[in-house]
Structures are given as C-alpha cells and as structure tokens.
C-alpha cells in the first residue's frame, strides 16, 4: 500500500506540473477539469502518504475553505475545482525551483568565492556581513536551503567555537540573511507572489526590496558588533587564525578564480533572462521564472560537458525531491480554495470598510502600518512566509487599497522578514536550530527581538515617508 501510495503522489505531483505549463499556453476546459481532480487526488494521496497527524494545517486550510464556500452560496464542487487551480502558478513554481540547488553541488563554489576573498573576511564585522549578504545571494538558489548549507560553511572555519555566544555570531548572520533575502530575490516564493499578485512593477519592487535588505544588512553588523562589545568576545583574533589554518588545503588560486567567475556568470545569466524574457514578451513572472529554470539547468550540464547526470537528477528529483514537496504543494492548494470561497463573499469589502473606519477614528494609522503583524501573527501560528503571503496577498489584490503596490509589496514583505526572524514555529528557524542544537526561542525571538523591532521602525519609516510623496 504504501509504494502504490508513493509511486501515485509522485505521477499526480509530476502530472500536475506538466498540465500547468501546457493548459497555461493552451487553455483546454477538459484538461483544466482533469488538472483540478489531478490536484483533488494529490491531497488525498498526500494525506495517505504523510498522515492525518502530519498533514492538519491543509486539512484545516480545505475544511476552512469548504465551510466559506457554503456560506457564499456557491456550488461547492464547481467552487473546489476553480480553487485547485487558483494556485497553479505556485504549485509549477515549488516544483521546479528546488532543481536549482542540483547546479551548487556540482562545484565547491561558496569554497572558492570565500578563499579568493579572504583579505574581505579576515574581521568580524566584514565576515559577519559577508555572510548575511551571501546568504541573500545563495538563497536565490536554495531558498531556505541555504541556512544549513551556509552554517556547514561556517563550521568548516569555526568548527571549535561551539559556545552559545558563537552560536548567536554564526546562527544571527544566516538567520537574518535568508530573512531579508524575502525582500527582493525573484526565486523566493512569497516575493514574486506578492509583486505578481499584486501588480507591482519587478524592478521597483526588487531594487526598494534590495536597498531594504542592503540597510537591513548593516544594521545586523550593528547588531552584532554591540554584542561582541558588550561580552567582550574578540571574534577577529580566533577567525583569522582559522581561516589561515582552512586555507592552507584551498585549491589553486586559478582554479579558484575560475570557479567565482564561473558562479557569478551563473548567477546573472539565470536572474538575467528571467528579467529580459519578462521585459520583451511581458509573460507571467511565476511562469517565465520554472521555464528559464529548467532550461538554465539543462544548459549548465551541457556547457560543463555532463549531460549524461541529466538523466540521474531527473530520477532523483522525482523519485525524493518531489515528495519532499508534498506537504508545501498542498498547502497551496487548499489555500487557492479558501481564497477562491473569500472572493465569493463579501470579505474582502468588509476588511476596507474596517480599516477605513479605524483610520478615522486613528489618522495616524494606515494599513500599511499593520499589515506586517498580520503576517508576524499568522507566523507564530506556524504559517510560513509562502502559506501567508499567498493568503494575504491573494485578499489584498481584491482589496483595491488606495497606495502604490511595490509599498504593499515592501509592507508584507517586511512582515515576512520579522516572522522568519521570531516565530519559533516556521521552517527557516526549524531548520537552523535542526543545524546548531539550540532551542526554537533561542534562535528565533531570544536572539533577533530587538533587531526585528528596529528594523520595523526603519522600514516603517521609509513606506510612511513615500506614501506621502509617491
């Protein structure tokens, strides 16, 4: 029972996709109502795969959703099929985007790009901003992936510094790198969803988006430069002793050099045609970013002259990566139905006619100001930052609220950074307290409250200003 199962999710995930990308550039009615039972049997068998105990937030997500769609009137079974493919996009886009890190592995390139600029790292405050910086880039790749292979990185340096203090030097820099990267990298889900959504212009999100993550950068140096001060922890001594100790065993300084060239033409040729194909032919970004992925991938192993591991990435993504993909897949599935059943009813008017009359009463206040703790809130419920931009994103693109998209972008963008930071429930801080073996509220709220407050007020700052001059 149990292969049937697994073998079964791995078509139906596999059968989605494919569908996805053929009905978005031929829109066939029969082959839409087969994607929408493909991904009606893809919860099922997702449930019977993962289990009941595992799987309660998309089951809550779906009942949440059907019990919406009764109250709206609306025929339930039409509603349910319209919302399996309301989130089509994403589910193409979580398919594929995982791909990218198959290219990483291929070469030691985060190796080589630290050893040639060592004279840039050789301080705590340069390398603690190298590696919030670089965690950004590498997300671009691995999303939340980065976090546990950014910290083997480190440890390969300051494998002996194990002390809770180390580990809020190390643990803070990636943490808070993955967390910013959610302003501004076009891989990142929840960010292109959100400018996609709603309507914002790329480049302006992706630039506001990065000069927010350049100041959130600094101020994260700030930070942790005050607490090295403060326990008086010489970090600079220890490092440069390390690291001329790693060095020693670091390949040939051409190879090296090779190696950085070849990651940064990587790095702009896929952001590059994403961008050009975007620009001349004004194509869906969630549906331009899987394509130019798949066929960046494709590439790369014919230029490096293997493309016969081709055919073995292809069998192991879909035989484990796909599964792994299960759980986040459903999510936005069930979430596209409650979305479906909320633009059926009269919710989204509501929420304004709210907002309008709070402002009256509070004119200081605007919901650009409280959007981030919808976000904050929801992540302290254990929702992701995808699950809740997809959720409120989807509500704020029917709200016509009356402010330039890219701030609403920019406002639950931040949000997201601040909920990665301090909800001790969402995968990001899982997963470095899975790396490090400190507790969920020790990575999470412990050591980043005080820099999410400060960097709410910055931004905050910033979005209050241009409202009034955009």
Same mark, same amino acid.
């Given at each position: ?9 791995? /078509? ?18 029969? /082959? ?34 059907? &019990? ?51 004279? *840039? #790292? ?19 790749? /691995? ?14 340096? !300051? ?18 790198? *993955? ?11 929840? *960010? &292109? ?24 950068? &600094? ?56 961008? =050009? ?13 899987? &394509? ?30 796909? !599964? @792994?993909?299960?759980?986040?897949? @459903? ?15 009269? *919710?989204?008017?509501?929420? %304004? ?16 100001? /409280? ?6 809130? #929801? ?12 959720? %409120? ?6 709200? @016509? ?8 972008? #920019?406002? %639950? ?24 073996? =400190?507790? !969920? ?30």
């Amino acid at each position: 029972m149990k292969t049937f199962t697994t073998w079964g999710l791995r /078509l139906l995930i596999a059968t989605y996709a494919i569908l996805y990308f053929f009905t978005a550039f031929f829109e066939i009615a029969i /082959l839409l109502d087969v994607l929408s039972i493909v991904g009606i049997s893809m919860f099922i068998f997702s449930l019977l795969y993962i289990s009941i105990a595992k799987f309660k937030l998309p089951i809550f997500i779906l009942v949440a959703g059907i &019990i919406v769609l009764f109250y709206s009137g609306y025929s339930v079974v039409d509603s349910l099929f319209s919302g399996m493919l309301l989130m089509s996009d994403m589910i193409g886009l979580l398919v594929v985007v995982p791909l990218i890190s198959w290219v990483l592995r291929e070469e030691p390139y985060i190796e080589d790009i630290m050893s040639v600029f060592y004279k *840039f #790292l050789n301080t705590s405050k340069k390398f603690y901003f190298s590696l919030t910086a670089f965690t950004q880039i590498i997300a671009y790749f /691995l999303l939340f992936g980065s976090i546990p292979m950014m910290y083997q990185f480190v440890n390969v340096i !300051l494998k002996e510094q194990k002390t809770e203090m180390w580990e809020n030097f190390k643990g803070t820099a990636l943490l808070r790198g *993955f967390a910013l990267s959610t302003l501004w990298v076009v891989s990142i889900p929840s *960010f &292109i969803f959100a400018v996609e959504t709603l309507g914002a212009s790329l480049w302006i999100a992706i630039l506001q988006g990065l000069s927010v993550a350049v100041i959130g950068t &600094i101020l994260a140096v700030i930070f942790a430069s005050f607490k090295e001060r403060k326990y008086d922890f010489n970090v600079t001594e220890v490092l440069q002793a390390n690291m001329k100790e790693v060095l020693k065993n670091a390949s040939h300084e051409h190879v090296r050099k090779k190696k950085v060239i070849e990651f940064v033409f990587l790095f702009i040729s896929l952001f590059g045609t994403i961008f =050009l194909i975007h620009g001349l032919f004004h194509i869906k970004l969630l549906l331009i970013i899987p &394509i130019v992925i798949i066929l960046w991938i494709i590439a790369f192993y014919f230029i490096k002259k293997r493309a016969y591991k081709l055919f073995g990435v292809a069998k192991d993504y879909f035989q484990e990566g796909m !599964l @792994n993909q299960a759980y986040q897949l @459903n999510v936005m599935l069930t979430v596209g139905v409650l979305i479906f059943g909320l633009r059926q009813t009269e *919710f989204a008017g509501t929420v %304004v006619i709210g907002l309008n009359v709070m402002q009256e009463y509070f004119p200081i206040i605007n919901p650009l100001f /409280l959007l981030p703790f919808i976000v904050i809130i #929801l992540g302290f419920f254990g929702l992701g930052p995808l699950t809740v931009m997809v959720l %409120v994103a989807g509500i704020l693109s029917s709200m @016509n609220l009356p402010y330039p998209p890219e701030l609403i972008v #920019l406002a %639950v963008t931040s949000g997201s950074v601040i909920s990665i930071l301090i909800s001790p429930v969402i995968m990001p801080v899982i997963v470095l307290s899975a790396s490090n073996g =400190l507790s !969920l509220f020790t990575n999470g709220l412990k050591f980043n409250w005080k820099y999410a407050l400060v960097f709410y007020i910055i931004v905050q700052s910033y979005i209050q200003v241009m409202v009034h001059i955009w």
